[in-house]
């Protein structure tokens, strides 16, 4: 009788969890969208130069910014020159963060002493940084200085900049008319960094650094501990960096662990503001699309399409989290919360999953809990989001991906009826086409083939590679396919296991992250200028209609189709045998 | 390019002056009114820093309520997970072995009543809470160890449950730390 109670108590208790954790994580993206719409049609208004309410403080940064690099912003650029200014900023960037990286330990700004990195190192994080991915080969705490730390805040900011530049000039294409000129790059540039980054960051950082995250200079605390033993406390100027880290879908911690340190994510309540950042603004360029376009039902045939994956990807993950580990449950013991390895108490399996799901679909690559030590079909949800990359994406970025996806759902549907593919009143023709198939292609490319080679020089010299995977078997497969995939997402996060500081490693895929970033900008970017400078033709009875639901079922189908046919096979050798092997 | 190169670099200029200099000081200036003031902020008893807020620490004293297993041993200068895989032989070895310390200090306790969170490590190697399954099966342990009613110290648990976010949002725990202090001055 006394069992039955008990047992009856547990339940009881644990269904009080469920309701309130499965509550934080609905509350989260019910107020996630709430914000993003009124912040969509902001962005909006930002981009097209229409009054907005915060143009009183920073008209005037504006002109400072402007006047001291000598920039005119009304200079109208074509695509080609609007990608010219953008690779050549980024190769400024890519010299810098060189110089910086390889220097820190002489260079002002470190208290802690930490070493300047070797070239490898410097390519790989430099690469990382540059290209929004924030891949992490190295440890937040002994891997950089201060300058450094900030200096990576930096092209956090800049890089994710870059994107919405990059994505404002395919928003511009995409009008009603037919002209060479998309706007100003340097423009969009500085309006993405001053005007929807810098008041986001400031708000975020605040919360931060109010809930406890540190944001000094000071160097390490130390303090000994009830037990008598001596603890050393990293510290430093985190607060101002884990704001733009999210904003940006940049994800490179502070910490070694990310958003699953206390001090990097102190409560629920911050990690409520942080998950939210992740998402928000690549919601949010969706509605400013349909604000800049004025079309409205188009916008939201993209946000259906990219939250019904999303969707997809979330109650897979959560719900294998918060069903736990059924090695751990065989071993007798009871698993209230669900699976917690790897997993902070404070925030339980349904806000860790939820997480990882928000992190990966976007390109952020930040995480409150280890990726590496969530169960298979979990994990699986991760590589997913990454491989189609799409599902709201990286901020300006997502939507140029997307953009290549409806590119492909117009053509097919123009040959299904047998007509002339049209989009917005613009002919697709065969040169748009070949951009778009080869853009779509090299994503899975670059992560199958850079598995592939790890996959063959570890079979074939398992002792020379011991140290590469951390978990043996399916698992260790899904270290290296996870860490090619997060490298090609420009996503980084990873199955943190992989020992991924070698030469290796560190060339692979800052290779992989840099041909990853660029190629998928200047592709969308090139057809939308393509598209911009063609006539524009009317809608007629005939023409295809793209803000329907036919059309978002159609867009989805080739999603589905370009990522699960290109890395259904992988996805079976990782998590899916992984999950098979278990029972 | 050549028209490019040299905007380029002086707008780089002026955003690294911006973005690391004045972006910096906006939140450092504000931070230094919070609890803390933006260093950290410790938990004092009987006179000294015991620890931080914030941080879990090691406790594996029997008088104490044990955290959540660590591998990075509690160390906050290079914090970090297992990063072991949920089929991982080793490791799925590990946790029967913490399994079974726990039931050699835990006389009495039944395995179905072990939470996971006790024998699984955090993904920061510093997490601060047990979950409240976690601290009720300490209980008995904890009060023999000091001799206290089991009574007592359970009712000192049900103090220090702290309640999801508005009562809505999240889920329940008990902060280590500031249990393992009041406990020392429970009689």
Redesign the interface.
């Known amino acids: 009788m006394l069992c039955i109670d008990k047992a009856r108590k547990?339940l009881n208790?644990s269904q009080?969890?469920m309701t309130?954790?499965i509550?934080?994580i609905i509350?989260m993206y019910v107020l996630t969208v709430a914000l993003a719409i009124p912040l969509g049609r902001y962005i909006g208004r930002v981009y097209e130069g229409d009054k907005t309410w915060l143009d009183k403080i920073l008209h005037p940064l504006d002109k400072?910014?402007f006047k001291?690099?000598?920039?005119n912003p009304a200079k109208e650029m074509n695509w080609k020159q609007h990608l010219?200014?953008l690779l050549?900023?980024n190769?400024?960037?890519f010299i810098?963060s060189m110089l910086i990286l390889m220097n820190m330990s002489w260079l002002p700004l470190n208290p802690d002493g930490n070493p300047s990195m070797p070239a490898d190192l410097a390519f790989n994080t430099t690469v990382s940084f540059v290209s929004n991915t924030n891949l992490q080969h190295y440890?937040g705490?002994?891997g950089v200085s201060y300058l450094g730390q900030?200096?990576l805040?930096?092209f956090q900011?800049?890089s994710a900049a870059t994107g919405m530049a990059a994505c404002v000039a395919v928003f511009m294409a995409m009008k009603e008319r037919t002209t060479e000129n998309l706007g100003n790059f340097?423009n969009f540039?500085?309006k993405s960094?001053t005007r929807i980054l810098?008041p986001l960051?400031?708000v975020v950082?605040?919360i931060l650094?109010?809930n406890?995250t540190?944001?000094?200079?000071?160097g390490?605390?130390q303090?000994?501990?009830?037990?008598g033993?001596t603890?050393?406390?990293?510290?430093g100027?985190a607060?101002?960096m884990i704001?733009i880290k999210q904003l940006g879908t940049n994800g490179g911690g502070y910490?070694?662990?990310n958003s699953?340190?206390?001090?990097e994510n102190?409560?629920?309540?911050t990690?409520?503001v942080e998950n939210i950042s992740i998402i928000l603004i690549p919601i949010a360029m969706v509605f400013a699309l349909g604000y800049i376009i004025k079309r409205r039902r188009f916008a939201w045939m993209v946000f259906g399409v990219m939250t019904l994956g999303f969707f997809l990807l979330l109650f897979n993950a959560v719900y294998n989290e918060m069903h736990?580990?059924p090695?751990?449950g065989q071993?007798?013991?009871?698993?209230?919360?669900g699976?917690?390895?790897?997993?902070?108490?404070?925030?339980?399996p349904a806000?860790s999953a939820y997480w990882e799901v928000t992190t990966t679909v976007t390109s952020n690559g930040s995480?409150?809990?280890?990726h590496?030590?969530?169960?298979?079909l979990a994990g699986m949800s991760a590589l997913l989001g990454m491989m189609v990359n799409s599902f709201y994406g990286g901020v300006g970025v997502g939507y140029l991906n997307f953009y290549i996806f409806i590119i492909i759902a117009v053509f097919i549907s123009g040959l299904m009826v047998g007509r002339t593919p049209e989009f917005l009143g613009k002919k697709i023709e065969a040169k748009e086409m070949k951009i778009a198939a080869l853009i779509a292609l090299l994503h899975p490319l670059l992560i199958l083939a850079g598995t592939a080679l790890a996959s063959y020089l570890f079979a074939h010299n398992p002792s020379a590679y011991a140290d590469w995977l951390?978990?043996?078997?399916?698992?260790?497969f899904?270290e290296m396919l996870y860490e090619f995939t997060s490298s090609s997402a420009n996503n980084g996060s990873g199955?943190?296991?992989l020992g991924d500081n070698t030469p290796f490693w560190n060339i692979a895929c800052g290779t992989v992250m840099l041909l990853a970033r660029f190629l998928p900008i200047i592709g969308p970017v090139a057809i939308a200028g393509i598209l911009a400078k063609k006539k524009y033709i009317p809608e007629s009875a005939g023409t295809l209609k793209t803000d329907t639901n036919t059309f978002g079922v159609m867009v989805f189908a080739v999603i589905f189709i370009v990522a699960a046919l290109s890395f259904f096979p992988a996805l079976t050798l990782g998590p899916i045998a992984?999950f098979f092997?278990?029972k | 390019?050549k028209q490019?190169?040299?905007?380029?670099?002086?707008?780089?200029?002026?955003?690294?002056v911006?973005?690391?200099g004045v972006?910096?000081l906006?939140?450092?200036l504000?931070?230094q009114a919070?609890?803390?003031?933006?260093?950290?902020?410790?938990v004092m008893?009987n006179n000294?820093?015991?620890?931080?807020?914030?941080?879990?620490?090691?406790?594996?004293?029997d008088q104490?309520f044990w955290s959540?297993p660590s591998v990075v041993d509690?160390?906050?200068?290079?914090?970090?997970?297992?990063?072991?895989?949920?089929?991982?032989?080793d490791?799925?070895k590990q946790?029967?072995d913490r399994?079974d310390t726990f039931l050699v200090h835990n006389p009495g306790i039944q395995?179905?009543?072990?939470?996971?969170?006790l024998?699984?490590?955090?993904?920061?190697?510093?997490?601060?809470?047990?979950?409240?399954?976690?601290a009720y099966v300490q209980v008995k342990r904890v009060a023999s160890a000091r001799s206290i009613s089991e009574a007592k110290v359970k009712a000192l648990v049900d103090q220090h449950i702290e309640k999801?976010?508005l009562?809505?949002?999240?889920?329940?725990?008990v902060n280590v730390?500031q249990l393992?202090?009041d406990l020392e001055s429970l009689k």
């Open positions: 547990i208790q009080v969890i309130t954790e509550a934080g509350f400072i910014f001291l690099s000598g920039i010219m200014a050549t900023i190769l400024v960037w810098l440890s705490e002994t900030l200096t805040m930096l900011f800049i340097y540039f500085v960094c810098l960051a400031i950082a605040l650094a109010f406890g540190p944001m000094n200079f000071e390490k605390a303090y000994i501990s009830m037990q033993d603890v050393h406390v990293s510290r100027p607060a101002a704001a910490y070694g662990p699953a340190h206390p001090l102190p409560n629920y309540l990690n409520i736990g580990n090695m751990i071993m007798g013991i009871s698993q209230p919360l699976s917690m390895e790897g997993k902070e108490v404070r925030f339980g806000a995480v409150n809990a280890m590496d030590s969530f169960t298979p951390n978990n043996p078997g399916n698992h260790g899904s199955f943190e296991g992984e092997g278990m | 390019m490019n190169i040299l905007p380029a670099i002086r707008l780089t200029i002026v955003c690294m911006f973005f690391m972006y910096t906006i939140i450092w504000p931070a919070a609890p803390g003031k933006g260093k950290g902020e410790t008893a000294r820093i015991v620890g931080w807020k914030l941080l879990g620490q090691k406790f594996t004293d104490y959540r509690y160390h906050a200068d290079g914090s970090g997970g297992s990063n072991k895989g949920p089929t991982n032989p490791y799925l946790v029967q399994i395995k179905t009543d072990i939470p996971s969170d024998v699984t490590a955090s993904g920061a190697g510093l997490d601060p809470h047990i979950s409240v399954q976690g999801p976010l009562g809505l949002f999240g889920t329940e725990r730390l393992n202090i």
